[in-house]
C-alpha cells in the first residue's frame, strides 16, 4: 500500500494551495480518508476527513469553512483544497487511510500513512 501526498509550497497569507494524495495497493472505495497536519513541536491533529463514499465529511473547527476535502474513488485520490491560508496552518501535511465507515480524528486508528507534504504560509 502506498500513499502519495504532494501539492504543498510556499504561499502568503490568504493564499490557496490543493494537496492531492494518491493512492495505490489497496482498495480505495473501502476506506475513509483523512489529512492529518504536524507542525514543528506540535502533535499531529486531525485536519479533515471523508467517508469511503465521499458522502460526509470532517473538519477540525480552525478550518472550516476555509479547506475542502473530497475524493475521486475511480482515480484512488483524495484532496484537500486549502484557501485563506493563514501561518497557523504552516506544517507538514499527511494524507491517511483507515478501512472504517466513519471517520476517526485520531491519527492512531489510520491503517497507512503517506510521507507528508511541507505546506508553509508566510505572513
Known amino acids: 500500500v502506498q500513499l502519495q501526498a504532494s501539492g504543498g509550497g510556499l504561499v502568503q497569507a490568504g493564499g490557496s494551495l490543493r494537496l492531492s494524495c494518491a493512492a495505490s495497493g489497496l482498495t480505495f472505495s473501502s476506506y475513509a480518508m483523512g489529512w492529518f497536519r504536524q507542525a514543528p513541536g506540535k502533535e499531529r491533529e486531525f485536519v479533515a476527513g471523508l467517508r469511503w463514499s465521499g458522502s460526509r465529511t470532517y473538519y477540525t473547527d480552525s478550518v472550516k469553512g476555509r479547506f475542502t476535502i473530497s475524493r475521486d474513488n475511480d482515480k484512488k485520490l483524495v484532496y484537500l483544497q486549502m484557501s485563506g491560508l493563514k501561518p497557523e496552518d504552516t506544517a507538514v501535511y499527511y494524507c491517511?487511510?483507515?478501512?472504517?465507515?466513519?471517520?476517526?480524528?485520531?491519527?492512531?486508528?489510520?491503517?497507512?500513512w503517506g510521507q507528508g507534504t511541507q505546506v508553509t504560509v508566510s505572513s
Open positions: 491517511a487511510a483507515e478501512r472504517r465507515l466513519s471517520v476517526s480524528m485520531d491519527w492512531i486508528t489510520y491503517d497507512y
